[in-house]
């Protein structure tokens, strides 16, 4: 479990997060929403130490995130899909996904190529492995993105957008395959979305954001009944769910 | 100013929490091709040609029938290792060196690689820009040799082509008057602009923020930047070292 408190942050005197306090579960697909540029990835980036939170505290299962002696631990615990999947350009798609390993296991080549070829299998991209990421395409950058952040067996995967611009049919089965690993494995994931689809779809448990603040928290189950105005207007700008709702 | 110190603290962030030394071997040979090997060629061509032309020039200023015809390549040989071949040299590698090193850092910026290596826990500034430092240090010293002894050759065929000069002459004259410590003062500058030019693009291509449109512009400050740097260094060291 991530516990966050009061996270707070302002760049040049903008406030951006104005204290967000929440809980992430283990073995559960943990979403952030909210409309664009509302922080939800600056959210993200406090909560894995790319950016630091002006002020609140992070927990991971009870370890403190601003413990410089925490933090080497954590980070091995840590996988991350980024919003452009962000794999390194220099490396075929399976040296993307050794790459971890490399840097910080004692495997010998054999044993990582082993070990990476198993994640690209996972995600069903077991032929991909000596293409470069320019030559596939974006739904398979994003696949190599996952097998990525899972080769080390993290226990935390934070996943910004994993289904932005994909087409429906892609981002569903993206999320499948996050909502599969996260069961399968039982770790804490943390997306960030503004998709409907996902969110009815692997909304175990969904923090809803507006600027800068949390203003609902629930699960799929009880989020169409919600009583907080500006969800349902973020929610209900879409077709489907005023169908889903009627 | 305050790029200045963003600079030097970015420097100080490169030595802290290095990665195993393997990791860095790897990626130094790849730059040392990237910066050094792939650069022979221009730097080639570029240090040929300012040696023909200072000969062919040189031999038309001197119209005075009292000054000896070797002092042409004299001169040819202590413009070249003095200040042209490094000067010219790392001048040209700020463009060539600068724009690739803070294109590539700067596309790793907006495409959020470089985050992906910190989240990692990787020290992403030293594991990146520690193998181009390096490269750069140890590659770019060995181009200006190499432009030296190309520019006198240059200078050499330029001149006897021509026959303003005769290869007897031409021999004598690089021989005469040499002074020992031209060649590590050559050296101590190379190095010294091999650091600026890494660092500096490093930098510049590090700190991107934006898009495609910044990478461009991150990757002409550098080279500009660089290019300035390397002038300034250079009017520094002379008075440093020759007085
Ligand atoms: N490094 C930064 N410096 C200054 N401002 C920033 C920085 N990063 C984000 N912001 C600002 O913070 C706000 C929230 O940005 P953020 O990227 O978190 O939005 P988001 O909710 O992820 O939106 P989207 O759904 O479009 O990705 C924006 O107004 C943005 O301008
Ligand atoms: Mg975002």
């Known amino acids: ?246 | 100013m305050i790029s200045l110190g963003k600079y030097l603290i970015f420097l100080g962030g490169l030595f802290k929490k290095r990665e195993r030394f393997q990791v860095y071997l790897e990626q130094f040979f790849e730059e040392c091709i990237q910066i050094g090997v792939n650069s022979l060629f221009i730097v080639g061509i570029v240090a040929m040609f300012i040696g023909a032309v200072t000969c062919v020039q040189t031999a038309y200023n001197m119209v005075s029938p009292v000054i000896p015809n070797y002092i042409i390549s004299t001169i040819v040989r202590d413009m070249t290792v003095l200040e042209l071949a490094p000067t010219i040299t790392c001048i040209v590698l700020s463009g060539k060196v600068g724009s690739h090193i803070a294109g590539q850092l700067g596309t790793m910026r907006v495409t959020e690689q470089i985050d992906a290596l910190e989240v990692m826990g990787i020290n992403a500034s030293s594991y990146l820009v520690l193998p181009k430092l390096m490269a750069a240090v140890v590659m770019i010293p060995m181009l200006v040799v190499l432009a030296a002894f190309l520019s006198i050759s240059g200078g050499y065929l330029a001149g006897t082509i021509t026959g303003v000069i005769n290869s007897h002459d031409f021999l004598y004259g690089i021989q005469y008057d040499f002074i020992p410590f031209n060649v590590p003062f050559a050296l101590i500058k190379s190095v010294v602009f091999a650091f600026l030019i890494s660092t500096i693009s490093s930098f510049k291509g590090y700190y991107t923020r934006g898009g495609a449109l910044e990478v461009g512009q991150a990757s002409t400050q550098a080279v500009t930047n660089s290019c300035i740097s390397v002038l300034l260094a250079d009017y520094l060291l002379a008075q440093l070292l020759l007085n």
């Open chain 1, 1 to 246: 479990m991530i516990e966050i408190n009061n996270i707070k942050k302002a760049f040049s005197g903008k406030e951006v997060l104005k204290g967000i306090s929440g809980k992430f579960y283990q073995g559960k697909s943990n979403l952030i929403i909210g409309s664009s540029g509302t922080g939800k990835s600056v959210l993200l980036k406090n909560i894995v130490g790319l950016i630091q939170p002006d002020e609140g505290e992070i927990l991971y299962d009870g370890r403190d995130f601003s413990k410089p002696a925490a933090i080497q631990e954590i980070r091995r615990e840590i996988g991350m899909l980024f919003q452009g999947s962000a794999l390194f350009d220099s490396m075929t798609v399976l040296e993307n996904v050794m790459f971890p390993l490399k840097m910080f296991t004692k495997m010998s080549p054999q044993e990582r190529a082993e070990r990476a070829q198993y994640c690209l299998e996972r995600v069903s991209l077991d032929k991909a492995g000596s293409l470069m990421p320019s030559e596939i395409s974006g739904g398979m950058q994003k696949r190599v993105g996952i097998a990525r952040a899972i080769v080390m067996n993290p226990k935390y995967l934070f996943c910004d957008e994993p289904n932005s611009g994909l087409d429906p049919q892609t981002a569903i089965t993206i999320d499948e395959l996050i909502q599969d690993i996260t069961q399968e494995f039982n770790m804490t994931t943390v997306v960030v979305t503004h998709d409907m689809n996902s969110v009815m779809g692997i909304g175990d448990h969904i923090m809803y954001l507006c600027q800068g603040h949390k203003l609902w928290e629930g699960n799929k189950d009880n989020i169409l009944d919600t009583d907080c105005k500006e969800l349902q207007e973020f929610l209900f700008s879409s077709e489907l769910i005023r169908k889903l709702k009627s």
